[in-house]
């Protein structure tokens, strides 16, 4: 069973930085691209950001590009996000989420439950 | 970039038939997703490439995309089946993805 576990949500200053994580098991991790979404509260899904299987490529939404960073360590089945400079907008709940083929247009097909992440003074 | 459009709430009785539409520019020539999300939970994935579904998704759930709209139909609705529904596709001249702004299926 493909289960996704993130961990690491916080409340930050503005301007701070964190880094959640997502812990993967059920499936071989180095074979999927893996993304993050985020959800506002009280608002819709945004994507933000993707990396491939092997590490090698990754992709940002706009307004995170420059201050967020995705990784993944595949010996150890997990995923990150590095995010600095956090401003208030990026107040969300955090998804990881497991593209289901190796095709950009591929649907995501397994979500973690999310972690909070508050940006505030 | 990219943009889907959907209506922010669809309402219908039990048992009739839901309809909820995505529309972006030649959405047709892509491959549409549909994910549904009930409070405090995580989206589920409904529909895939279009028209295809999950396992474990009951066969009331149905996708048809063409010209600049796709939709989402849920057939004989539940109570159940209440909650916010979210369109997504790959924006290849970008390198996105996307996810249209959600709408919010009432079961009256």
């Known amino acids: 069973e493909v289960q996704l576990l993130e961990s690491g949500g916080d409340l930050v200053q503005p301007g701070g930085s964190l880094r959640p994580s997502c812990a993967a098991s059920?499936?071989?991790?180095?074979?999927?691209?893996m993304t993050w979404v985020r959800q506002a509260p009280g608002k819709g899904l945004e994507w933000v950001s993707a990396?491939?299987?092997?590490?090698?490529?990754?992709y940002y939404a706009d307004s995170v590009k420059g201050r967020f960073t995705i990784s993944r360590d595949n010996s150890k089945n997990t995923l990150y996000l590095q995010m600095n400079s956090l401003r208030a907008e990026d107040t969300a709940i955090y998804f990881c989420?497991?593209?289901?083929?190796?095709?950009?247009?591929?649907?995501?097909?397994?979500w973690g439950q999310g972690t909070l992440v508050t940006v505030s003074s | 970039s990219y943009v889907l459009t959907q209506a922010p709430s669809v309402s219908v009785a039990p048992g009739q038939t839901a309809r909820i539409t995505c529309g972006g520019n030649?959405?047709?020539?892509?491959?549409v997703h549909w994910y549904q999300q009930k409070p405090g939970q995580a989206p589920v994935l409904v529909v895939y490439d279009d028209s295809d579904r999950p396992s474990g998704i009951p066969e009331r759930f149905s996708g048809s995309n063409s010209g600049y709209t796709a939709t989402l139909t849920i057939s004989r609705v539940e109570a159940g089946d209440g909650a916010d529904y979210y369109c997504q596709v790959w924006d290849g001249n970008s390198d996105h993805w996307v996810f249209g702004g959600g709408t919010k299926l009432t079961v009256l």
């Open positions: 990396i491939s299987g092997s590490g090698g490529s990754t």
């Open positions: 059920g499936f071989t991790f180095s074979s999927y691209t």
């Open positions: 030649n959405i047709g020539s892509k491959r």
């Open positions: 989420a497991k593209v289901s083929r190796g095709y950009s247009y591929a649907d995501f097909d397994h």
